[in-house]
């Protein structure tokens, strides 16, 4: 049964993802081996001194491939099945480039931050040890390298946090040219029109259900940039194993919504769309269709919105210049084709 408006409203702690649920996501939400995809080995990869290879670059994908419709030709699918392991290589050949980087600057995590992950993860989902163990035993994973695995990931967030982060200022002349050339989005009393898409997740019945979600959110979203209708959208998923729900919620104000939803919500400009984002029922899409009225809001009273929407929009450019230096000065050969 569909969340129906006023509900959307009362939603509380949408988008709060943790370190741990995307670890989660990247390890316990991977189909058991064999079932129901041939499992081949040998070197996708090598960074600098590692490797990465082809069965972890399809296990990654796994979900993902999930997604695709299953009436398309032989010749569509596996290009498309191509397109997205070489996606996934990209990203484990990042990740691998990282954990180097990590060990080179002497990070190191305790034991007790890795049992405080592994604690998190159970607790927001559900699972006790022995259903922990299972579920890594299916995926031909034991414990320890699954602990290694969470830290190798703390490791690279800690990095991330010294090489981009901390090296991100904003500055007083950047935020008045920010404000001045955005009023729009700092109006008090402002109504916008708002278009809700959800594409639910119901782990208890699939465990691969946030990441099947996640795909097909990003595939409506991807749509949409091209200038698909959001009207009517989610119908075309319906075949796909994921239930949508497309909602108009008209006009609302400020605080009719639940927090992270308003914030996603009033910060985008008429006609914008937001990016797929997470929460406890799914993934979520917001289409501003139109705003209206509202006076402007003071500098002083939006300088900390301005400040922080900056400093994210770095962080995002900074990272992916990081990256991009990383990748310079390795060593990288890449056998997937």
């Known amino acids: 049964m569909g969340v129906k408006p006023d509900h959307i409203k009362r939603f509380s702690n949408l988008g709060s993802t943790l370190l741990v649920l995307f670890l989660l996501s990247a390890f316990l939400g991977r189909n058991p081996r064999g079932a129901g995809a041939v499992i081949i080995d040998g070197v996708a990869a090598t960074v600098n001194q590692d490797i990465i290879t082809i069965s972890e670059v399809q296990q990654a994908s796994l979900e993902e491939v999930e997604t695709l419709k299953p009436d398309l030709p032989d010749p569509e699918r596996a290009e498309k099945i191509r397109r997205i392991q070489q996606g996934m290589l990209e990203k484990l050949i990042e990740e691998k480039l990282q954990v180097q980087e990590a060990k080179k600057m002497n990070i190191t995590i305790g034991d007790q931050e890795v049992e405080s992950a592994i604690a998190e993860v159970k607790q927001r989902n559900g699972l006790d040890d022995e259903t922990l163990r299972s579920q890594l035993k299916e995926l031909g994973l034991t ?21 981009v982060r901390s090296r ?9 040219e920010f404000y001045e050339k955005n009023r729009e ?18 782990p208890e019945t699939d465990p691969n259900a946030f990441e099947k979600a996640a795909s097909i959110a990003e595939e409506a979203y991807t749509q949409i940039l091209k200038g698909t209708a959001v009207s009517g959208l989610t119908k ?15 006009y609302v104000r400020k605080g009719e919504l639940m927090p992270d939803l308003e914030k996603i919500a009033f910060g985008l400009n008429k006609g914008e769309t937001s990016p797929p984002f997470r929460s406890q029922f799914g993934y979520h899409i917001l289409q501003v269709i139109d705003r209206r009225g509202g006076a402007p809001r003071p500098l002083e009273e939006v300088r900390g919105e301005i400040s922080q929407e900056l400093y994210d929009h770095k962080v995002r ?21």
């Open 143 to 163: 414990l320890e390298s699954y602990k290694k695995r969470l830290r190798e990931q703390i490791q690279t967030r800690r990095l991330s946090n010294l090489e």
């Open 168 to 176: 991100i200022q904003v500055s007083e002349k950047e935020i008045q």
């Open 185 to 202: 989005k700092f109006l008090s009393n402002v109504e916008i029109h708002l278009r809700h898409l959800l594409f639910y997740a119901r």
């Open 236 to 250: 075309s998923f319906a075949a796909r194993g994921v239930q949508a729900e497309e909602v108009d919620l008209g």
């Open 317 to 337: 450019q900074r990272y992916g210049e990081w990256i991009g230096e990383l990748k310079a000065k390795a060593y990288i050969s890449r056998n997937m084709k």
